[in-house]
């Protein structure tokens, strides 16, 4: 079964950086758009970046020239870059993408930063 796997969640203090990871299946990747969202209680599920199968990128103005998308086709893998993290930034981070009409949401990675 397809599916989509986050990592590289963690503890950071403001300023900081992280890096996370999305790997999925195979046939995921390079065929439809990839984006990162992120989840706080009580507030909506936030687009937070996208690439796109041809390698455009667009990002929510709140992580512009803070956060880079990237992906490594050999390994199936999106990354997120995360530098100058601030305390809003604190969520749980998911990756999704789409097949045909099956859709797929990873589990999620929390990220925290402390100030």
């Known amino acids: 079964q397809a599916q989509v796997q986050e990592s590289g969640g963690g503890l950071v203090p403001v300023g900081g950086s992280l890096r996370l990871s999305c790997r999925g299946s195979g046939r995921l990747f390079g065929l439809n758009n990839i984006d990162w969202y992120r989840q706080t209680p009580g507030k909506q599920r936030e687009l937070v970046a996208r690439i796109r199968p041809g390698g455009s990128t667009e990002y929510a103005d709140s992580v512009k020239g803070r956060f880079t998308i990237s992906r490594d086709g050999a390994k199936n893998t999106v990354y997120l870059q995360m530098n100058s993290l601030k305390p809003e930034d604190t969520a749980v981070y998911l990756c999704?993408?789409?097949?045909?009409?099956?859709?797929?949401w990873g589990q999620g990675t929390q990220v925290t930063v402390s100030s």
């Open positions: 999704y993408t789409f097949y045909g009409t099956d859709t797929y």
